[in-house]
């Protein structure tokens, strides 16, 4: 997904390489190739903004690593503020001192709910829980027969006491799902939601109806990574609707643009806790952003030698930092 992004920005950044002082004309220069690569990548105007005003300040300002040469330093600084844009520090579940913990999925058809559904099930089970699902999707043709499948699929029980397909009332089946995880001692109950095509306020509505009906601990909102900034305009109308506490990017392993990654987190202030990146149940993962970061910018080895030398720079090597920078 990100591969004509990485080579965008790295070949901003490699046309620093070689000079001894850069001046604010240089750094202007690979602002704008950066600024133009995000842009098409499908990133929010306003995350572009900010992000490319932040590397701006720093790489002109007073922040100077003795270590680095000046355009190793801005390799840093887009590397950390890269990290920034996509969360910071890697987003953690919150679980419930008396279980279960309940967690609520939200987000529109399409997005891969119900596989993710079990994905994340799955993921709990390995993880040493014993997690139920709960099929309150009852409006999408066949919701509840998938969820069934996928759950079979993943060794984990599913609780779909109405057929669906606009039979039954979803609020009672999630809280009863809840019930009956307590009555099992289940410790996680995952609610699968109906979504929509796009945004409605009886979606909107119904979402809200189940997350006051049973208190979710957390409420994950499923973003397909492969609707670029439209996953930003999305996120905030969820947010704002029925809030979430955190976001899983479905189909992480397209050939979109990748904007839906770099988008989320800084319109919404909301982690991106897991990524799905395959067909397969087990293609699921944690969301790392220093991993994605790096992965972005594809100079790993680079940024690992920079982390080196300063490290050896601040143990008194100078020598040492140099040549490994050499």
Known sequence: MFNNLSDRITASLKG???QGRLSEADVDKTIREIRRALLDADVAVSVVREFTGRVRERALGEEVSKALNPAQQV???????LVEVLGGATGELHFAKNPPTVIMLAGLQGAGKTTLAGKLAKWMK?????????AADLQRPNAVNQLQIVGERAGVPVFAPEPGNGVGDPVLVAMNGVSTAQFQQHDVVIVDTAGRLGIDEEMMQQARDIRDAVTPHETLFVVDAMIGQDAARVAEAFR???GFTGVVLSKLDGDARGGAALSIT??????ILFASTGESLDDFERFHPDRMANRILDMGDVLTLIEQAEKAFDQGEAEKAAAKLA
């Open 75 to 81: 390799v840093k600084i887009v590397n950390d503020e």
């Open 266 to 271: 800084g319109v919404t202030q909301r982690p």
């Open 240 to 242: 704002d609707g029925v």
């Open 16 to 18: 620093l390489r070689g």
């Open 126 to 134: 390995s993880e040493g829980h014993t997690p139920l699902l709960v």
